[in-house]
């Protein structure tokens, strides 16, 4: 249950003054619906003003705050053309304070000629003119000027204003309790970090660093808390050891030798399951590294052992996938393998249910419909997760209750993680890598071309879909934006645009359709019928289509390297060579040029992922997402690896070696923080166990 003390932070935010219907839909769209989120929705920056006593002093382009007397109003002729509020300063310097629109009717009620104002605002110049375009605070007293020199700047969307959300926090702040302090004491005082409120209110009102990074090591370590929790309450569970003889895998006739890295992590992953503790394990390799091979090989000890095994795909198409490749590699086992889905309905999907719960079937593959209440298992012995970060803690979790006592788990990831990132978000997890790739795999010949290249681009695609081959052609966003450049396609405008040119060839694919819409489109592509599928990210997780040997990524800078690159694995599945073309914009930072550079030199996808994380700072990591993962929404990635390590240490102390949340002490306080940042999912458990 919640604390008691958090009660305040998690009202509704229409109990705040002057929230009506109207401003409930922005406010959601944000996801501001309580005030502790209104309270974490920090400024993106800060506009930072210089009070002058004259323009003198000043520059053009500067951000200032002056006094100024209001000599004269001069209105346009024309209804579109500028209103003008004539000023000088103390040395007689005149300046124009410029208002378009609507902006004159608060000119002249804010401006009365012969009365002084504090103007703040950005000086610019226009013909020989100073001039303050929309001034962004006119004051009647100094004093209420100088509280504008620091001015936080919040993101926004339709019917928001920077003042609104700026009452909105005045109010949640108001609201904000004193919390118990869940830092250790060393920790706290040596960094000499504020308290939580402190540290709230000084991140909203400047740019405070030690504000800043205290809220951040709080993400940190209530994440690492939540990890460490989950950990040893598995670390306590009953699970059953399983040990198998063989006498399956030695039956299996694969059609290529297994690698190194293969056999590695097949035998850590045997020695996890031989012992009387719960298996948590992460299985991180590039697309087409062999991890399905490793899952099959794991799934035979679990059933040579006289359990069952799960296997948990993201998508429909996927799970089916799954169970065709599966079925096909271990048909000479005599192994049963279903496959269950959401559609699954009628006699067919209850002959899979009674198969499961009398044993009769060995391994299921299938959707979230695995773990739904009325799928229960005679003897369920390991589930395999694949592309976990598509699914939250507390589903893996679901999903591990569903055995007599807790299966092992093994989690499946084709995205490459910096070894930081696996700390940060699989700190509960051990970790095998397929570092290898199956010999016979070609190099993806990858190059990089500018967009104005677009029309040649379009004929290279013309050609190869002619000579019988398909092509995978990704962009960044669904629809266009004003964010976007001119020359940048989103996915349905580059869609409309290429079926113009293709016809029926081009099939469209993103994450705001329906599942089925998706799944079809997919589908379509996968059975050869259409030649081009234009899509956006969701085609990291896609069916293999061995025949699509050409991808074009639009606006590839806009991605991470890991991104890009377990993209343009989809197109090197087979022995045939294939080609990844990024397209980058015309106007192209020296860090942008470098990591696509970095693309074309190397196939690597862990080096890829560790190189983009220095390059690229504070960016997202994972580039243009529209799925998925849990991250981190106050830390940055400088200050993750800044302060990860500090806050696992200290996390690990209070567990192992403090008692963990029943400390007389600290217990209350760090239950507090992990209610308050929603990682209490490691509560519940610790709850659960």
């Known amino acids: 249950m919640r604390p008691e003390i958090l009660i305040p932070l998690f009202a509704e935010t229409d109990g705040l003054e002057g929230i009506g219907p109207k401003l409930k839909k922005p406010l959601e769209k944000l996801g501001l619906t309580r005030v502790r989120d209104v309270l974490y929705h920090l400024p993106e920056r800060f506009v930072v003003r210089r009070a002058v006593t004259d323009l003198d002093d000043a520059n053009v382009g500067e951000q200032v705050v002056v006094a100024l007397d209001v000599v004269e109003h001069r209105a346009s002729r024309s209804p579109r053309g500028p209103y003008r509020v004539m000023a000088t300063d103390a040395k007689g310097n005149v300046c124009a304070l410029t208002y378009f629109g609507r902006a004159s009717y608060t000119a002249k009620k804010q401006l009365p000629v012969g009365e002084k104002r504090w103007v703040a605002g950005r000086l610019d110049q226009y013909d020989q003119m100073l001039q303050i375009v929309h001034p962004d605070h006119v004051a009647e007293k100094s004093e209420q000027a100088m509280g504008q020199m620091v001015e936080p700047i919040y993101r926004l969307s339709e019917g928001l204003t920077q003042p609104r959300v700026a009452s909105l926090v005045e109010q949640s702040l108001d609201r904000a309790p004193e919390l118990p302090e869940w830092i250790d004491p060393g920790t706290f005082q040596r960094e000499g970090w504020p308290s939580w409120r402190e540290a709230i209110a000084q991140a909203h009102k400047g740019e405070n660093g030690k504000a800043r990074d205290r809220l951040a090591y709080d993400e940190l370590f209530a994440n690492a808390l939540a990890l460490m929790l989950v950990r040893e309450s598995n670390r306590k569970r009953r699970g059953q050891p399983l040990q198998g003889d063989g006498h399956l895998r030695d039956k299996l006739q694969l059609p290529f030798p297994l ?23 992460l ?29 948990l795909a993201p998508t429909e198409l996927l799970a089916r996938q799954h169970f065709e490749t599966l079925r096909d590699m271990a048909r000479p086992t005599g192994v049963e393998i279903a496959l269950l889905t959401g559609r699954d309905k009628g006699r067919a999907r209850e002959s899979i249910l009674m198969g499961l ?16 209440q009325s799928v229960a298992y005679k003897n369920l012995g390991l589930v395999v997760i694949d592309e976990q970060h598509r699914f939250g803690v507390s589903q893996r979790l679901m999903l591990a209750q569903k055995g007599r006592v807790t299966p092992h788990t093994l989690a499946m990831t084709a995205t490459p993680i910096p070894r930081t990132l696996v700390l940060a978000n699989h700190g509960e997890m051990e970790v095998s890598r397929l570092d290898e790739l ?16 677009l029309e040649d681009i379009v004929a290279a695609v013309g050609r190869h879909v002619e000579s019988g081959q398909q092509a995978y052609w990704v962009c960044p966003m669904v629809r266009d934006s004003e964010t976007m450049d001119d020359d940048i396609a989103a996915a349905e405008a580059r869609f409309a645009g290429l079926k113009e040119r293709f016809g029926e060839d081009v ?15 997919m589908a379509r592509f996968a059975a050869g019928e259409a030649k081009i599928l234009v899509a956006t990210t969701v085609i990291e997780v896609g069916v293999d289509v061995p025949n699509a040997t050409l991808m074009v990524i639009e606006q590839a800078e806009r991605f991470g390297l890991a991104q890009l690159h377990q993209l343009r694995g989809r197109v090197g599945r087979g022995s045939e060579k294939s080609t990844c073309l990024l397209l980058r914009s015309s106007e192209l930072s020296e860090t942008g040029r470098k990591r696509l550079e970095l693309m074309k030199s190397s196939q690597d996808g862990f080096l890829l992922a560790e190189e983009d994380l220095k390059l690229r700072g504070g960016g997202e990591l994972l580039g243009t997402r529209q799925s998925g993962e849990e991250g981190f929404s106050i830390a940055t990635l400088e200050q993750v690896t800044k302060l990860l390590e500090m806050a696992n240490a200290d996390a690990k102390m209070l567990v192992e070696q403090q008692g963990g949340l029943a400390n007389p002490e600290r217990g209350e306080a760090a239950r507090t923080v992990l209610y308050l940042l929603e990682r209490d999912w490691g509560v519940q458990t610790l709850r659960g166990g």
């Open 259 to 281: 690698t190194g890295a293969q056999r590695r992590s097949i035998d850590e992953i045997s020695g996890d399951m031989a012992q009387s503790s719960p298996m948590l394990r």
């Open 507 to 521: 099939v469209l694919v993103h994450g705001q359709l329906a599942p089925e819409q998706k799944d079809a489109g």
């Open 357 to 372: 719960l009398d044993g009769s079937i060995d391994i299921v593959v299938g959707t979230h419909a695995i773990f739904q």
């Open 283 to 311: 299985l991180q390799g590039d697309v087409g590294a062999g991890k399905t091979v490793v899952a099959l090989e794991s799934m035979l000890v679990a059933v040579e052992a006289g359990a069952q095994a799960a296997m």
């Open 438 to 453: 199956p010999p016979g795999r070609q190099a993806i010949d990858t190059r990089v071309l500018p967009i104005d290249r």
